[in-house]
């Protein structure tokens, strides 16, 4: 029997997919007997309290007047190495490199001999965008090489940070993953649904933190499209910086009665169920957590053919891969499926079989072991690429 480790999880709190993948990691971790330290300036939504081996740590962010911008990577260092002196931490599990492994590797110099070994999880535009920008790509590079276990959670990110990043940091393949449970068609509630369309109407629906890599018009012009030849109504879950011009598209479009924005403060796992397409027109997308969740529910996902969505949606089968901006094959497809509830009852069925790949405790065991790997003794790291 193994010991049980002592893990400081380090994430972004606010709605976005890495923010949940560490939250449900670490609850899954401590589940299993490990102790988890989840650090962040506040509560991720996903990390319920009560739980006796998961335990919160605030950043504290001082302000001062000679700070136009807080030195935030600072503070979380200070707190990662009061945290790694109070508890026995084995490991600092960063989730998005920017800034999360670079405070780790400031605190874990603050420790000196012996302090955390340091795995950082890539989990997108941190590799893909972000850490692209000429302000971010050396430091971010200099934290991959500086990190001790290195996971990415789509085989097209782990060739981007080869790619364009380093050769010489390997990053593992660790897929995201769906609780089968919690995520599930057998949630679905006819009474909520009616709250939001008629039995005749088609419900569709978008996730996201509607940043400009969502590309949240596009979704509204595919609705367009659908609402033209199919009785539907959209609900666009999830909140940010686009939310205003895709209000103000679905108003100029005539859609106003037709979309309910509900914000990010929602179950989603009540509401994914009622869904009967989720659309997911990316930009840019390393995995698409989202669509998981989707389809876990056994809704069929229209996404665009980018980034790492094509190693979780198999075209025509469990899903859709259109080309990027085509929202009108996006409509289309929707409506021809509309039209054939066989053929759409086929596609649901096979995008929660296909959810099933990704289950939970499958994907967390693969970071047991690669927490276990980096702190044998003789570690070594491997490039393991592998689409289920
Ligand atoms: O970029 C976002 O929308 C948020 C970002 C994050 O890191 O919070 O999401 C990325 O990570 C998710 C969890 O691993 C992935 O499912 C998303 O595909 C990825 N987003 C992009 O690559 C744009």
């Keep these: 029997m193994e010991r049980p480790l002592g893990i400081a999880i380090i994430c972004h709190p606010t709605i976005g997919g890495s923010g949940v993948v560490a939250a449900e990691l670490g609850m899954g971790l401590a589940d299993r007997g490990h102790d988890v330290h989840v650090v962040s300036y506040v509560r991720p939504v996903r990390v319920t309290e009560g739980h006796s081996r998961v335990h919160f740590h605030e950043v504290p962010i001082a302000r001062y007047p000679l700070f136009q911008y807080p030195p935030y990577t600072l503070a979380l260092a200070s707190k990662l190495s009061t945290v790694a002196r109070q508890h026995p931490i084995d490991v600092f599990h960063a989730h998005y490199a920017i800034p999360h492994t670079a405070s780790a590797y400031l605190a874990k110099q603050m420790l000196g001999e012996n302090g955390p070994k340091i795995v950082t999880t890539l989990h997108g535009t941190d590799i893909t965008l972000l850490g692209l920008d000429e302000s971010f790509y050396d430091i971010t590079r200099f934290c991959l090489q500086q990190s001790d276990g290195i996971s990415a959670v789509s085989n097209y990110l782990a060739r981007e940070t080869h790619a364009r990043f380093c050769t010489d ?220």
């Design 169 to 388: 940091c390997p990053a593992e393949v660790i897929h995201n993953f769906v609780d089968l449970e919690r995520f599930n068609p057998k949630h679905f509630d006819a009474a909520l649904r009616t709250k939001y369309a008629c039995p005749d109407e088609a419900l569709i629906g978008h996730l996201s933190n509607f940043r400009w890599v969502k590309r949240t018009q596009d979704v509204i012009k595919t609705f367009h499209y659908i609402a033209r030849h199919h009785s539907s109504k959209l609900l666009m879950i999830g909140d940010g910086p686009d939310r205003e011009t895709a209000e103000r598209l679905a108003d100029e479009l005539g859609l106003k009665s037709r979309v309910h924005f509900l914000g990010s403060d929602q179950d989603i796992d009540e509401l994914l169920p009622l869904l009967d397409f989720f659309l997911l027109p990316s930009e840019q997308e390393s995995f698409g957590l989202a669509a998981l969740e989707a389809m876990a529910c056994g809704v069929p996902v229209i996404a665009t053919d980018v980034g790492g969505l094509p190693e979780l949606i198999q075209h025509e089968e469990s899903g859709f891969l259109l080309p990027l901006g085509d929202v009108e094959a996006m409509g289309r497809t929707a409506c021809e499926l509309l039209k054939n509830p066989e053929a759409h009852q086929r596609v649901r069925a096979a995008a929660r079989k296909r959810s099933e790949y990704f289950s939970q405790s499958d994907i967390i065991d693969r970071y047991e072991r690669l927490y276990r790997r980096v702190l044998a003794p003789s570690h070594q790291e491997n490039s393991v690429a592998t689409t289920p």
